[in-house]
């Protein structure tokens, strides 16, 4: 009997707009959110994202059938999957949300992209996102992913190894006792952590062709999915200022000091 044929990878990567790593943070006038109109760029997690897929299909050469990235947003989200493009994605959704839409929050991601993995025509093997976002810090779409798939998952990945003849990926996580290493079979869902990689420039060329490579756009409906927020932000206001330290002469006059402003010890 001879072998069957190795099935050839498709590798999803989701990837988000958000405010640039750079840019200081300021609170908006009406206190309901930050400041957007600034600088935005793709999320750096998400970036490393997209330099796995990219590394993975030059480590295994014809073995990837495609790499697609994926992005929920408004029209101007579009320039960030060009930046995706460019890197070395071959086609790219956009799940276009108005302007004036609330950020989706990590539930909806994960149920768009659930919609998404299953009108596929090509069935996902691996998809690959952030650890987090850099605007929320919320670390919760991977896992939710994982939970609505059924899928194998492994998250704040340093280091990944796809073999596709076994259909599996071994994985090194980072922990806070330190390293631990998973073998998950496929399909499975990965998030990056921040020392997996160091991204890539885009070339001029890249960019260029980037131009010229499929975008599909859909909206949340055509995929039966309601984007619509469950929590409600009451109230954003920035931290208090830190009121700048003083010097003392000795240990009477800190002890002094701590003690005018209700700082007291115990004995042993």
């Known amino acids: 009997m001879r072998p069957s044929a190795v099935r050839l990878l498709n590798i999803l990567v989701p990837i988000k707009r958000a405010v640039d790593y750079a840019v200081k943070?300021?609170?908006?006038?009406?206190?309901?959110?930050?400041d957007l109109n600034v600088k935005h760029s793709m999320n750096p997690f998400d970036e490393i994202a997209v330099e796995e897929a990219v590394r993975i299909r030059e480590r295994l050469k014809d073995a990837v059938k495609s790499i697609k990235v994926v992005t929920i947003g408004?029209?101007?989200?579009?320039?960030?999957?060009?930046?995706?493009?460019?890197?070395?994605?071959?086609?790219?959704?956009?799940?276009?949300?108005?302007?004036?839409?609330?950020?989706?929050?990590?539930?909806?991601?994960?149920?768009?992209?659930?919609?998404?993995?299953?009108?596929?025509?090509?069935?996902?093997?691996?998809?690959?996102?952030?650890?987090?976002?850099?605007?929320?810090?919320?670390?919760?779409?991977?896992?939710?992913?994982?939970?609505?798939?059924?899928?194998?998952?492994?998250?704040?990945?340093?280091?990944?190894?796809?073999?596709?003849?076994?259909?599996?990926?071994?994985?090194?996580?980072?922990i806070d006792g330190g390293l631990e290493e998973l073998r998950c079979k496929f399909p499975v869902i990965i998030t990056t952590d921040l020392r997996l990689n160091e991204p890539r420039y885009a070339s001029l060329p890249n960019i260029m062709k980037a131009k010229k490579k499929p975008v599909e756009?859909?909206?949340?409906?055509?995929?039966?999915?309601?984007?619509?927020?469950?929590?409600?932000?009451?109230?954003?206001?920035?931290?208090?200022?830190?009121?700048?330290?003083?010097?003392?002469?000795?240990?009477?006059?800190?002890?002094?000091?701590?003690?005018?402003a209700g700082v007291t010890g115990k004995r042993a």
């Open 25 to 34: 943070i300021r609170v908006n006038p009406e206190q309901t959110g930050i």
């Open 74 to 174: 408004p029209p101007k989200s579009a320039e960030t999957l060009r930046t995706a493009l460019a890197m070395g994605a071959d086609s790219a959704v956009h799940v276009e949300i108005p302007e004036s839409a609330p950020a989706p929050e990590p539930l909806g991601v994960a149920k768009t992209l659930k919609a998404l993995i299953e009108r596929q025509k090509d069935s996902v093997d691996v998809v690959i996102l952030g650890k987090q976002a850099i605007d929320d810090d919320a670390g919760q779409t991977g896992q939710m992913l994982a939970g609505l798939m059924g899928w194998s998952q492994a998250t704040f990945a340093s280091k990944v190894i796809v073999d596709p003849e076994q259909k599996v990926a071994n994985i090194t996580r980072e």
């Open 217 to 260: 756009k859909l909206t949340a409906a055509e995929l039966g999915v309601d984007l619509t927020p469950r929590l409600e932000t009451i109230k954003v206001t920035e931290p208090p200022k830190r009121v700048g330290g003083g010097k003392v002469a000795n240990v009477d006059e800190l002890l002094a000091r701590l003690k005018q």
